[in-house]
């Protein structure tokens, strides 16, 4: 278990499985998390029953999902992640979604993002950590620059959202980025 300001990062349990099927059916929560991806739509209880069985067999030397608890109320909030953690080259891909609407602004996300990167570069580390979103979702990409990413790239018009095109966004965070912060 992680502790920050305002969540804990805790291991994944069977449990939390009602929270993924409730936020993987929620629009909004999917909209903002994967830009409307139709991969990421409606979801049986089954098929997310699938995807935990998985989940809980993750080889943590290569990537784990957390399950993001408030720390004042203890409720589960969201979930964080990393994948494709390679320990030779020294990289991994990050992810943070608040699932609960409630939650959202309030900087429970970037908490929780800032104990993963602190996790990482800590206890593994890495050389460098990467994470995307789309253009227009403001409030992830404040709270990435926010934490001390860097924009590195743009698939330009690679994201259709409501028939409006966005760029999809690299960021990056090297380990003297966060041993050192400007």
């Known amino acids: 278990m992680i502790e920050g300001r305002l969540v804990r990062l805790r291991a994944l349990r069977s449990e939390d ?12 929560v999917v909209r903002w ?36 608890e408030d720390l004042v109320g203890g409720s589960v909030i969201g979930m964080a992640d990393y994948r494709d953690l ?39 580390g890495l050389s460098r ?15 990435f620059t926010g934490l001390g990413f860097r924009e590195e790239g743009r698939r330009r018009s690679a994201v259709l959202m409501d028939g409006k095109r966005y760029d999809s966004v690299l960021f990056g965070m090297l380990r003297e980025e966060w041993a050192n912060p400007a």
């Open 17 to 28: 499985a009602e929270h993924h099927l409730r936020w993987r059916n929620d629009p909004e």
């Open 33 to 68: 998390a994967t830009a409307g991806d139709p991969c990421f739509g409606p979801v049986t209880a089954e098929a997310v029953g699938l995807g935990f069985e998985t989940m809980l067999r993750l080889n943590p030397r290569e990537s784990a999902v957390f399950t993001v």
């Open 86 to 124: 390679d320990p030779y080259v020294g990289v991994a891909t990050l992810g943070v979604t608040v699932g609960e609407r409630e939650f959202w602004g309030r900087g429970h996300g970037s908490d929780a993002l800032r104990l993963l990167v602190d996790h990482l570069f800590g206890a593994y």
């Open 129 to 143: 950590l990467e994470l995307d979103t789309w253009s227009g979702n403001e409030r992830a990409v404040r709270a």
